[in-house]
């Protein structure tokens, strides 16, 4: 996934080195603020402004290493986006979210006030408090705010206390990804697959209602299979020990990497005959080496299927997705066999679209396993987005407004609210 920040690096008014205001949009009444919250990825734009989002940044932090302090202007700079790459290796990273969960809610708000910045969300003076200097950038906006399933409820009240109270959102909304990125396809029925850097989520969705029994979310995505790419290159002799050598790697294996049919078969394969199949070879950054790859190409994504390969005790994709079918309703599992989604970044692999639908139909019942139908649709990186995109939309706002938590609901009622709201999003 590209990071689409502009290269220049500007310093805002928290202290912090990030973007420039990006794609600058004026900010409407009707324009929600959405932020989709990947361990990987923030992904975040306007409702009115494109399909897709406008600012994408790594959910990192970084901060001078102390024998690097002196080389800063200030000795406690924060770095994000691309801003990061020029200095990588000076700088210690904090990771706020670890696998879909929000773990340091410092860096995570910090992240949150450089999307407010990036996409020019600016305060509205009417609603300012008198001590707003206080607080950070107040939101004229309505926000939407995507979680994992199945996030406990102290998270989505502590998100919803920083929207409010820091943030002055006028209106909040939480969603839920796995349900966000099959209407983002346009759909109301069928099982997506979710899959981003740290998490896998399988959430059966009717009618637009998440089947909460039968969703399942591990703790295994993308930045598993770069590791143990990173892993297996070092065995092999290459050097690539260093946090920039982790993203050489990680774009690796976005462009290397592939779900192979039969791995058994291609186990077969002589290591020539991959190479020379694919002839995919990488520079290192000190332009000496080239990376060559063979069978890790198709034997990291594996861990998808079998996540025993790197000692997980989980089950693989295709026994998760049948879990999640077999919870269903009997009356309802004809529809899911065969309307089963792939969404986010690391659904991209090639070759695992097929291998999916393959692995499925050996789980499914003998009368259903014709029936079952992966499918891989152009955009799905950004599904979630997508769907956040359309329950912005005034038309659908409105009808849904039950979902939204209003400034003066939360002063009224505080956490609570929170709660409430949550068990509405499930049936
Ligand atoms: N072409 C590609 N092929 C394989 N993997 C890819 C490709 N492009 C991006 N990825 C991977 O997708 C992952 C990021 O996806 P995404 O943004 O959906 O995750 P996230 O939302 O940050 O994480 P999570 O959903 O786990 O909290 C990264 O591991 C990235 O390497």
Redesign the pocket.
Known sequence: ?SDLFAPAAASNHHGQSGPRIHDACEVSHETCLII?N????I?AGLSTAKMEPTVVIP?LVGRPKPRFACEFEKADERFVGDAIDAVREKLTFEEP?VH?AIEDWMEMEELWSIVFDSLGVMPDPSAMPQDAQHHGAASSSPVLLTE?PLTPSRSSIRSAEIMFEYFRAPELRLAT?GVLALLGLGKTTGVVV??????TQVVPVYDGYALRHGIRRVDL???D??MLLQRALCDRGYPLTTRTHQLQV?RM???C?FVAQCPESASHQSAESLQVAHELSFSLSNHESVVCLDHERYLCPEVLFHPSLIHRELPGLGQLVWQAIESAEIDTRQSLWKNIFLT???S??SGLQERLQTEVAQYAPEKSSKRVTVHAWEGR?HAVYQGAAQVCAPSIKALESDLWIKASEYAEEGPNIVQRKAMMRYN
């Not at 979710?194 to 998490?199: L, V, Y």
């Open positions: 996934m989709d990947g361990t990987g990825f992904k959910t979210i879909g994992p990804q979710e899959m981003g850097d740290a998490i995505g993308g930045q299979i770069t990680r294996k976005e462009n990497c986010g970044g690391s991209l692999f990186e």
